[in-house]
């Protein structure tokens, strides 16, 4: 099957805040094909549909962090007079009945396949630390180098920082 376009830009597009998985108002908009300002009109006009488990506002450190960690773009560069909203997999399901289009009805088609995709990957992983846990006290000492050579592949490696500015030691 070959793999969703749209599935593949939302899959960039959960960030992970306040514990939960969310998409920002921005980028859902972007993949509706809607101005932000206009989906939160919807959301607004049918407040009743969105609890606080489904959707809230990022306070201004949440929101000065998220600059920080994303750098500023576009979509950040000061023309929001509010700050931004920011949906839970079950707030981004309900959108599509607030946003009746055929394109919100295949977006978020595509969105709930990336959101269990997601959850997927992480029971795959946390199932693979059990084993491998079961494994080593089974085994213990004959094959800790082993155990710790798949552990050490299992854990992402640390991205090495690019240094900004000029270094004459670099020319």
């Not at 206009?38 to 450190?61: G, H, I």
């Not at 909203?85 to 959108?95: I, N, P, S």
């Not at 599509?96 to 992983?125: C, D, K, Y």
Request: charged share 25%; proline share 5%.
């Amino acid at each position: 099957m070959k793999p969703d376009p749209f599935a593949l830009q939302a899959e960039r597009r959960i960030f992970l805040l306040r514990s939960l998985r969310v998409m920002f108002d921005y980028d859902l908009a972007g993949l509706y094909g809607v101005e932000t300002g206009a989906l939160n009109r919807a959301v607004k006009r049918n407040a009743n549909r969105f609890p606080e488990d489904f959707m809230f506002q990022l306070t201004t450190e949440e929101y000065e962090n998220l600059k920080c960690q994303i750098g500023i773009s576009r979509n950040w560069g000061g023309r929001r007079r509010s700050l931004p909203y920011a949906f839970t997999e079950q707030g981004v399901a309900m959108l599509s009945s607030v946003l009746g289009s055929p394109r919100a009805v295949q977006v978020n088609i595509a969105i709930m396949r990336a959101f269990v995709r997601l959850r997927e990957l992480l029971l795959t992983n946390a199932d693979l630390a059990r084993k491998l846990a079961t494994l080593e006290a089974k085994y213990d000492s004959q094959f800790k180098v082993v155990f710790d050579a798949i552990r050490q592949l299992m854990t992402p490696p640390d991205r090495p920082r690019r240094r900004i500015g000029f270094h004459p030691e670099d020319s």
